[in-house]
Structures are given as C-alpha cells and as structure tokens.
C-alpha cells in the first residue's frame, strides 16, 4: 500500500462503516446474543425475579442511549492514538501533520473492527453459560488460557488486551508511519511502541490503580 492509496481512501466513509458496524456488533450481542435469561443466571443469587425484570425493562428502555455513545467513543480512542503518536513525531522532530496520522490510525481501526465482527460471531455460534464469559471472551487472546473465575477484573482486561488483532493493529500503525515519515520499519515500529505503547501501557496502569483502590 503507498502513501497514494492511504490519501484516496474517504476518511468520512471509512469513519461511517466503522460507526454502523460497531452499532451493529453492540446491538447484535446486547439484543440477540446476551438474552435475559443470562441476566436472570448472573442476577438470580443476589436479586428477585421482579427486581430483575425491572432492571431489563430500564436497561431496554434506555439501551437507545449507548448506541450513540459507540460512535464517540470510536471517534475518542482514535483521537487519543493519533495524539500520541502526533506528540511523539513533534518530540523526534518528524514533520507529520495531525490529519494525515488521524487517517493513518483511522485505517489501522480496520483491524480491531474486524476483531468485533469475528468475535460477535463466534460469540453466536458458541455455547457459553454465564455472562461473565461472554464479557470475558475475546479470540486469540492471552486470557484464553486461563480460567477467568480465578482472575481479578483487572487481570482479565490485561489479557484481553494481549491478542493477535492487537499485534497486527500495532504493525499497521507501524507500516502507515513508516509510509509517511519515510523511515526504516524497525525504527518506526519501536516509535509505535514508544508512543502508542506507553499510552496503552500508562491507560492499563491507571484502570488497575482505580479497580485496586475501590474494590
């Protein structure tokens, strides 16, 4: 892929796509794949049948509201990954604007939203007993290997995180930096790491720090 190819791309399109079907993959798993009686199942030791059903009831009823808030947050995390790398390039001195690294990270998005569609099917065609292995499950994870009722909800974002689709996003930030700061890969793969790595590194490290302090 040239620099050409990564300029002729719609950046509002490809924003667009990503929008609906992250719409669609939290609509799919929310409203068909996650049914009430996995709620039921999680809720049934510590709720009544009737608080229950009042708490789906509210959670249908203003679930309209989440689906808004996809597309911001989409729009959020990659602003924050294109600040980073953004902020790196001015410290190394690499003349780079910020729309041309927003289009770079925009297309390396691709591959976390592929991540969501493949994930929502699996979650369809698999048979999992509790919610809390649906939440848990992410494909081609580290947290695969473990048994998810012995780790801390710390622990099982850590691992969710070290996966394959993760490993792949970060060499396509890698490719398209290397495209655009006419740099060798290897160096612009440990500029990758050291900027958008830290981010995700400190992010980590701040959720634990506050799932740590208020459990």
């Given at each position: 892929m040239s620099i050409h190819s990564l300029n002729i791309v719609d950046k509002r399109l490809l924003f667009v796509l990503y929008m609906l079907i992250s719409v669609l993959v939290t609509y799919t798993i929310n409203t068909i794949i996650i049914t009430d009686q996995y709620y039921f199942d999680f809720l049934g030791q510590q709720l009544t049948s009737e608080r229950i059903k009042q708490f789906l009831s509210f959670r249908d009823k203003w679930q309209w509201i989440g689906y808004f808030i996809v597309p911001l947050l989409l729009f959020l995390k990659i602003s924050a990954v294109s600040f980073s790398v953004h902020l790196g390039s001015i410290i190394s001195e690499t003349i780079l604007s910020f729309k041309k690294l927003f289009g770079m990270v925009l297309i390396a998005e691709?591959?976390?939203?592929?991540?969501?569609?493949?994930?929502?099917?699996?979650?369809?065609?698999?048979?999992?007993?509790?919610?809390?292995?649906?939440?848990?499950?992410?494909?081609l994870s580290l947290l695969n290997m473990f048994d998810i009722t012995r780790l801390k909800p710390w622990e099982l974002y850590i691992y969710q995180q070290i996966n394959l689709f993760h490993a792949i996003y970060i060499l396509a930030l890698t490719y398209g930096y290397h495209k655009l700061a006419h740099k060798k890969f290897i160096n612009c793969l440990l500029f990758i790491l050291s900027t958008y790595g830290l981010g995700v590194v400190l992010w980590v490290t701040l959720l634990i720090y506050f799932a740590v302090t208020l459990s």
């Open positions: 691709g591959i976390f939203i592929l991540a969501a569609l493949i994930r929502m099917l699996l979650l369809w065609v698999s048979n999992f007993s509790t919610l809390e292995e649906i939440q848990a499950y992410y494909p």
